[in-house]
């Protein structure tokens, strides 16, 4: 096990107390992060992989990333919640641990400046291992003077993703021939929703069913705040006096977000001891089905969010298809886990393709977390046997998926049964 952190893995982890939250969180606690649970594998090894069948070869890789750990975006998400506490604290109201809280979110927000979205040395070193390992499991696709092409947003978290994970490559290999680039002529596939053919109207139609079944499903199911108990002496004043939803909401964005700032210089308190477990698990449910209705396949949005990115699934096929004709090598995308999720739901990687109405199966059935960590991607790994019959293995997050054909043996699908899936899917 890599010895980055001491935080054991998943299955090693003692379960939680019904009370508090230790500080030193549980994998199974930083999951309900969502997107900003940190990618596993500096912590765990990584998922074994099935063995090819006889006679096939990995020749090519389809690709497509998001960048690694990173700060929070925006001034808010650290200035907020000190604002918050300040007013408790002007009226004498903070508990011994709310103060102790706020001298901690103020070193937070103070190490913070200047780097709004940046990604962290965790960040870098989870698309190091990315790299290191898909060298590993695949050395015939990155074999000899392989052609690697690498493409990214514009966005310099995503960048520097891309730049570790070359680098990393090239030192695995330098005879390696790298391409890369971060230009705006690319986002329209890289970083962009794809509205071509779509009813405007009927886009906003959808975006607002999906807002109101969210506003009918929170409203079903409110908060129980017993969080202020913990930081301030008079919790019916502060329902009165401090906006009490978004002092939660960054508090636990702030927890959540915390384990992105491991291995640097900078304090990365992450305060989960304040909230319950069930705190903590019902605004990772609300937070899980958010996600779900801006990105996943229901009818309540009208089965419409992952056809955005149609457009990236049409390049990854042509990108494909022009492989089949080359020699090793691999295409490679780095993005967001805006474009990645509605791309796996597109893919119908696993379940997560499935059609869901029913908003309180989703906890159990399409839990956010295993689909876009920070650092998750998407690896299609393309097979080729001596008489050309060309096969395809889907990881999401470095695990094999299931994908919506029949296989020839499990994990592996004939690309063209795909293909034709997929061009079918375009057609919408």
């Known amino acids: 096990m890599n010895p980055i952190r001491h935080l054991l893995c998943a299955a090693a982890i003692a379960a939680c107390g019904a009370a508090a939250i230790a500080v030193t969180p549980s994998e199974e606690i930083m999951r309900l992060g969502s997107n900003f649970y940190a990618y596993p594998y500096t912590r765990c090894d990584a998922p074994d992989l099935t063995p090819a069948p006889e006679g096939y070869t990995p020749f090519h890789i389809e690709h497509y990333g998001r960048h690694g750990s990173r700060w929070h975006i925006g001034k808010r998400a650290y200035n907020r919640p000190v604002e918050l506490l300040e007013i408790a604290e002007r009226n004498q109201k903070l508990t011994p641990r709310g103060q102790e809280l706020l001298s901690q979110l103020r070193e937070i927000r103070d190490a913070s400046i200047g780097r709004d979205g940046e ?31 690498a493409r990214s947003s514009t966005v310099v978290r995503c960048i520097l993703s891309m730049d570790n994970e070359l680098q990393e490559m090239q030192a695995a290999n330098p005879r390696l021939r790298i391409t890369s680039d971060a230009s705006e002529g690319d986002m329209w596939y890289i970083a962009r929703d794809d509205t071509t053919g779509m009813d405007p109207l009927e886009r906003r139609r959808m975006h607002k069913q999906g807002d109101e079944a969210l506003r009918e499903w929170g409203a079903a199911h409110p908060a129980t705040n017993d969080f202020l108990s913990v930081i301030i002496t008079d919790p019916a004043w502060a329902q009165d006096s401090i906006d009490v939803n978004s002092l939660f909401h960054y508090l636990f964005n702030v927890a959540a977000n915390a384990q992105s700032l491991d291995c640097s210089a900078f304090p990365n308190y992450a305060p989960w001891d304040i909230f319950t477990e069930q705190e903590l698990r019902d605004r990772w449910t609300y937070n899980n089905i958010s996600w779900f209705l801006r990105y996943g396949n229901s009818e309540i949005t009208g089965n419409l969010m992952p056809h955005y990115q149609q457009a990236l699934l049409r390049n990854i096929i042509e990108s494909a298809d022009t492989a089949l004709t080359a020699g090793p090598g691999a295409n490679l995308r780095f993005g967001h886990e805006v474009i990645l999720m509605p791309l796996a739901v597109l893919l119908e990687l696993d379940d997560y393709g499935r059609e869901y109405n029913d908003l309180d199966v989703l906890a159990e059935e399409w839990p956010n977390w295993d689909i876009f960590p920070m650092g998750s991607n998407i690896q299609l790994i393309f097979y080729r046997n001596s008489e050309g019959d060309v096969l395809v293995k889907a990881l999401l997050n470095e695990k094999e998926r299931r994908l919506p054909a029949t296989p020839v043996t499990d994990p592996y699908y004939r690309w063209s049964d795909l293909r034709e899936h997929y061009l079918h899917r375009l057609e919408r």
């Open 119 to 149: 990604l962290t040395p965790l960040g870098a070193i989870q698309h190091r291992g990315i790299a290191r390992r898909m060298v590993r499991n695949f050395p015939e696709v990155f074999a000899d003077s392989a052609y690697v092409t």
